[in-house]
């Protein structure tokens, strides 16, 4: 693994926790020091070179985006 990859998560443990069944929430940690809480499947999109991470809207209907970018980023996870 290259050293700039060596403090992140592996994207395949991400997506272990995104589908996994029962679905436990969980918070990410990124390299910039942002938080992220993610308490439904449905609000994380992951890719090989992206991750895109939603928050419900005060209607609960619409999600609204409030972080994309590269999944190198995230250096932690805690799974609640």
């Known amino acids: ?4 990859c060596a403090t992140s998560v ?3 443990e991400l ?3 995104v589908d996994g069944q ?3 929430s969980f918070r990410i940690y ?3 020091g942002a938080v992220h809480d ?3 499947p449905n609000l994380i999109f992951l ?3 992206n991750v895109v991470i939603g928050e419900l809207s005060d209607d609960d209907e619409s999600p609204q985006i409030t972080h994309y970018g590269d999944p190198v980023h995230i250096v932690r996870v805690e799974v609640a």
């Open 1 to 4: 693994m290259p050293p700039s």
């Open 10 to 12: 592996r994207l395949t």
């Open 15 to 17: 997506k272990g926790l």
């Open 22 to 24: 029962p679905f436990r």
């Open 30 to 32: 990124m390299s910039d």
């Open 38 to 40: 993610i308490d439904n």
């Open 47 to 49: 890719s090989r070179n």
